[in-house]
């Protein structure tokens, strides 16, 4: 079973990932962690997937070029647009 598999299926996990430390602070809930850490491990998958695209498709393009635009696609803004383009909100 894939590691993509078992989060799916691991409820804990998904309420994790939804869970804004906002509302840990109000609600006094201790038992559960905030999206944080899962945020910042989506935020490095995201970049490496992104890198090795990039390194794929630009195989011309410098070090420098490729990080420039790394940074232009994985920026909030692009990434709320992309979300909203696909209708995840």
């Given at each position: 079973?894939?590691?993509?598999?078992?989060?799916?299926k691991?409820?804990?996990?998904?309420?994790?990932?939804?869970?804004?430390?906002?509302?840990?602070?109000?609600?006094?809930?201790?038992?559960?962690?905030?999206?944080?850490?899962?945020?910042?491990?989506?935020?490095?998958?995201?970049?490496l997937?992104?890198?090795?695209?990039?390194?794929?498709?630009?195989?011309?393009?410098?070090?420098?070029?490729?990080?420039?635009?790394?940074?232009?696609?994985?920026?909030?803004?692009?990434?709320?647009?992309?979300?909203?383009?696909?209708?995840?909100?």
């Amino acid at each position: 079973m894939s590691a993509i598999n078992n989060f799916l299926k691991n409820q804990k996990l998904w309420q994790q990932a939804l869970t804004h430390r906002s509302f840990l602070n109000e609600t006094k809930r201790d038992r559960l962690g905030s999206n944080e850490r899962l945020e910042f491990l989506g935020d490095a998958v995201l970049s490496l997937v992104v890198s090795e695209w990039l390194y794929q498709k630009f195989p011309d393009f410098s070090e420098g070029k490729l990080t420039n635009l790394r940074s232009l696609l994985v920026k909030t803004e692009t990434l709320a647009r992309i979300a909203e383009e696909q209708r995840l909100g």
